[in-house]
C-alpha cells in the first residue's frame, strides 16, 4: 500500500459541489483519460454497474488527478474518518455526507495559480478542485474552468483516442 499522502497546509473547507448525485452515499466511480491530452472524464454510477441514470463528468484543461482505489479507501467518509486519512473530514464544515466537493481554496490551486496565465494563456477561468468520492475509486481534479455534466439513461459507446 503506497504511503498516505499529506495535504499542503490544509487550511480550507470542503463544500458541496454543486451536481445531481453529490447525496449519493459511494457511487461507483470510474476515470477515464485520453493519451496527450488533458481531458478527463470521471463516470459517476449512483447505482453501480449497469443500472442507470449514469453521469459522465468532463473535465477539459486539467492540472492534477489523483485517483485511489477501493483498497486505499475506508468505507466511511466521516469526521471521525476519511479517505486515506488526506485529513478532507478537518476540511468539511456543513454537509458530511456527500460524495462530490469543491475543496474552495485548495492549497493545490494555489500552488499551480501561475499556470491560469502562463499555460493557459489568461483564459479568464480560474482553477478549481474537486474531490468525489466513490464506493470503488476516489477522484480529485484540478482543473482550469468547470466540469460539465452529462446524464446517461441508458447504454452508450464513448470514442477515446489513445496513442502508442
Known sequence: MPAPLTNPESISDLVRWEVPFAIWRYPSVGVITESNTSNVILVVRPDGFGRYPQYLVRFSNVVVLLRYDSDE???????????????????????????AYRWVTSPWVRNCVGLEHTMFKDSGQKLNHFI?????????????????????????????????
Do not use: N
Not at 73 to 99: M, N
Open 73 to 99: 479507501i475506508p468505507q466511511a467518509f466521516t469526521k471521525e474518518q476519511c479517505s486515506i486519512d488526506r485529513g478532507w473530514h478537518s476540511l468539511v464544515r456543513s454537509e458530511y455526507d456527500l460524495c
Open 132 to 164: 468525489l468520492i466513490g464506493d470503488d475509486d476516489t477522484a480529485e481534479v484540478v482543473v482550469l474552468g468547470e466540469a460539465t455534466v452529462e446524464r446517461v439513461d441508458k447504454e452508450m459507446v464513448i470514442g477515446m483516442q489513445y496513442e502508442v
